[in-house]
């Protein structure tokens, strides 16, 4: 069992910027992010595998980026140029497969952390 803690969710004004974090209580070689937003279905934002392979959503390919440090078993992710349609409930995931996984398939990874809220404003 891994477990996994997010933080740094916040309100921002759009156009405005947040750094999420999320501590593994162990290696994985998947980690993403996903989120839901009220009334909507879960969603990927993006994933990194071990070796450094990312992948992003097109929706915030070029405003997010992911990044994780493996030594610390810590996982990022910087949004900038927030916009209102990123106001959800951001999730950290994490899944022992050993190949790479896409961010469409985040929703699906065997852990979870206990999400963490952004909401941007106009």
């Known amino acids: 069992q891994v477990q996994l803690v997010e933080s740094g969710g916040g309100s921002v004004q759009s156009g405005g910027s947040l750094r999420l974090s999320c501590v593994a209580s162990?290696?994985?070689?998947?980690m993403g992010w996903f989120r839901q937003a009220p009334g909507k279905e879960r969603a990927g934002v993006a994933s990194?595998?071990?070796?450094?392979?990312?992948s992003y959503a097109a929706s915030v390919s070029g405003r997010f980026t992911i990044s994780r440090d493996n030594a610390k078993n810590t996982m990022y992710l910087q949004m900038n140029s927030l916009k209102p349609e990123d106001t959800a409930i951001y999730y950290c995931?994490?899944?022992?497969?050993?190949?790479?996984?896409?961010?469409?398939?985040?929703?699906?990874?065997?852990?979870r952390g206990q999400g963490t809220q952004v909401t941007v404003s106009s």
């Open positions: 995931a994490a899944d022992s497969a050993s190949y790479f996984r896409g961010s469409s398939s985040v929703p699906s990874f065997t852990y």
């Open positions: 162990a290696y994985t070689y998947n």
């Open positions: 990194i595998g071990g070796a450094g392979r990312i």
